[in-house]
C-alpha cells in the first residue's frame, strides 16, 4: 500500500507542484496522470475527494422517554402486583399531563428467579425471591409538561432506569436541507483546492453518505475514513437540575464527494 509521503512524491514528479501531508490532513486532494501507475481502485482522472458538512442547532419540540418497572419479592404473585399497581399509576399520571394513549408503549412482564448458593436434599437451587420488571415508553409532545411528569417518578420505589431523548417531530425535513447545504459545502470547498492548482472542479463522480473506504485505503490510512455522525442530546433524569428542557439539539450531515478535475 503506497504511503502519504510516497504519494506526494510521485504526484511531484508527475505533477509540477508540491504537496505535503499538511494539504491532506481532512480534505484529500489527488490529481493522478493517466501515464501515473497506483492501486486500481484510484480513478485515473484528475479528482478532488472531500467532506461536506452542516450543521444546526435546533430547539426541540419532542422528548422520548422510556423507564423501568420492577418489584422484587419471595412471592411472584406480589412482585406481580406491585409492578401492575406501579403501572396503573404511571399511566394515570401521563393522562393527566397530556400524554396521550397512542404515545405510551409498553412490553410485557419479564420475571426472573433469583437463587442462593445453598442447596435442599434433592441438590435443586433454593429460590429465594422473584424478580418482575415492565418497560415503559412514552413520548411527550407539550415539552412544557415534561418536569410535572419526571418529578414525581425520580427516587420513586419500583421506578429506575428513567431516561429521555430529545428530538425534533421535522427532523427528516431538517436533515433534508443540511443534506443539500453539506452538498453545496462540498462544492464550495473542491472549488477552493482546485483554482490555486489551476484546475476546475466539473461533474461530481461519486457521492455517499458512507465514508470511501477504497480511498482511504489507498491512501494507506489501513481503514475507513470515519465522519462523525448525527448526534442528539440526551438526558438522564437523576436529580432536580437534570430535568430542564434543553433549549437545543445538535443536528448535522455529512457527505463524501469525489469531483473529476479539468
Known amino acids: 500500500m503506497i504511503s502519504l509521503r510516497k504519494l506526494a512524491s510521485r504526484l511531484h514528479e508527475y505533477r509540477e507542484f508540491d504537496i505535503t501531508t499538511k494539504n491532506l490532513f481532512c480534505l484529500c486532494v489527488l490529481l493522478v496522470s493517466g501515464s501515473a501507475t497506483f492501486a486500481a481502485d484510484i480513478p485515473e ?36 402486583s406491585t409492578v401492575s399497581e406501579r403501572l396503573k399509576s404511571v399511566l394515570a399520571m ?31 437451587a433454593v429460590i429465594r425471591g422473584y424478580d418482575v420488571s415492565r418497560s415503559l415508553k412514552f413520548t411527550v409532545r407539550q415539552l412544557a409538561s ?20 430529545f428530538d425534533r417531530t421535522d427532523r427528516k425535513d431538517i436533515e433534508a436541507g443540511l443534506l443539500i447545504k453539506a452538498l453545496q459545502s462540498a462544492r464550495d470547498q473542491a472549488d477552493k483546492l482546485a483554482e490555486p492548482l489551476g484546475r476546475h ?27 462523525e455522525s448525527a448526534s442528539r442530546m440526551f438526558k438522564k433524569s437523576v436529580m432536580s437540575d437534570a430535568l430542564l428542557v434543553p433549549s437545543t439539539i445538535s443536528l448535522s450531515a455529512s457527505v463524501n464527494v469525489l469531483f473529476k478535475m479539468e
Request: hydrophobic content about 40%; aromatic content about 6%.
Open 45 to 80: 482522472y484528475p479528482f478532488v475527494f472531500v467532506v461536506g458538512r452542516a450543521d444546526i442547532d435546533t430547539p426541540p419540540d419532542i422528548a422520548v422517554c422510556s423507564m423501568n418497572l420492577h418489584a422484587v419479592d419471595p412471592d411472584p404473585g406480589k412482585a406481580e
Open 146 to 165: 415534561l418536569p410535572a411528569i419526571e418529578t414525581p417518578l425520580v427516587g420513586e420505589p419500583n421506578i429506575d432506569n428513567i431516561d429521555c431523548r
Open 201 to 227: 472542479v466539473t461533474a461530481a463522480m461519486a457521492i455517499s453518505k458512507s465514508p470511501f473506504e477504497s480511498i482511504a485505503a489507498s491512501f494507506g490510512q489501513g481503514g475507513s475514513f470515519s465522519i
Open 94 to 124: 401521563l393522562s393527566v399531563n397530556h400524554v396521550s394513549a397512542s404515545d405510551i408503549e409498553s412490553h410485557d412482564i419479564s420475571k426472573q428467579t433469583l437463587t442462593n448458593n445453598d442447596y435442599n436434599a434433592k441438590d435443586r
